[in-house]
């Protein structure tokens, strides 16, 4: 009977083999999570061009040239209380709070005509969001934890989206508004994902979108205030890094 021996070199090489295996299979797991981790912030815009949008650029770079700011208020006094009409979302009174709302009245600068402003800070903006409307009280599953974000001319409204069009999962999405040449009305320049910008939603999105913007400005359209005794309406808006001055005449 012959016996096959298997030799020292061959005896080694078996778990030679068996542990090269377990090093290919390891690194293709570590390279796997690796890729994912790299990833993972980028899947939103990913899905984003897939669907349709194009990406135009850093959200940044739609806020370098504001429109001018309003004439200062000349001889301002602070107003206690105010009232504003903000059409479709009703009439509210306010207690002035500078960390809030702060209300002034004057005269504008050059003609001299009673003249009024309004000065938000993002956390005043987001008050008054969740008293008057729906958007800001995490009521709608679609869209939850709003926040807004002042720029220069302009605002990004931030919150965690669940839209079908974008994989289901909630994102974190910004709505880009800009103020027009008028500086009375917001203009929608786009969607900020991971601060990059991207423009043209595909028509089944513009139709979800399209309510933030007419929104907005059926609000300023039919924006009016009551203060010290008289009555003033829109002139236009000036928002910085950290307020948005209403300045009404």
């Known amino acids: 009977m012959r016996i096959e021996r298997v030799t020292a070199s061959q005896s ?18 570590i390279a796997a ?10 899947l939103p815009s990913i ?33 206690e209380q105010a009232t504003l009409d903000l059409g ?23 003609s ?9 800070t993002e956390s005043g903006l987001m008050e008054l969001c969740r008293q008057r409307t729906t958007l800001c ?3 709608n599953p679609q869209y939850r934890d709003v926040a807004f974000d002042l720029r220069p001319g ?22 880009v508004l800009r103020l027009d040449a008028s500086a009375r009305r917001f203009d929608f320049i786009g969607l900020d994902i ?9 028509a089944e999105l513009a139709s979800l979108i399209q309510p933030l913007e007419s929104g907005a400005n059926d609000v300023l359209t039919a924006l009016s205030l009551q203060a010290g005794g008289a009555q003033y309406t829109l002139s236009r808006i000036t928002i910085d890094d950290t307020t948005a001055t209403l300045f009404l005449q």
């Open 12 to 29: 080694r090489g078996l778990p030679y083999l068996t542990c090269g295996c377990l090093a290919l299979l390891g690194g293709m797991i």
């Open 33 to 42: 999570i690796v890729g994912t981790l790299v990833l993972l912030p980028s």
């Open 47 to 79: 899905a984003a061009q897939v669907i349709g949008f194009t990406p135009n650029g850093a959200v940044d770079d739609v806020f370098v040239q504001p429109p001018p700011p309003a004439p200062p208020l000349q001889n301002a006094q602070t107003v």
């Open 88 to 110: 479709t979302f009703g009439v509210q009174t306010f207690q002035n709070q500078p960390q809030l709302y702060q209300f002034s009245v004057g005269t504008a600068g050059g």
């Open 112 to 120: 001299g005509a009673q003249a009024a402003t309004v000065v938000f």
């Open 137 to 139: 009280n995490n009521d």
């Open 154 to 175: 302009g605002l990004v409204v931030y919150a965690d989206a669940t839209l079908p069009q974008l994989g289901g999962a909630a994102q974190r999405l910004g709505a």
């Open 194 to 202: 991971n601060g990059a910008l991207f423009t043209n939603p595909p």
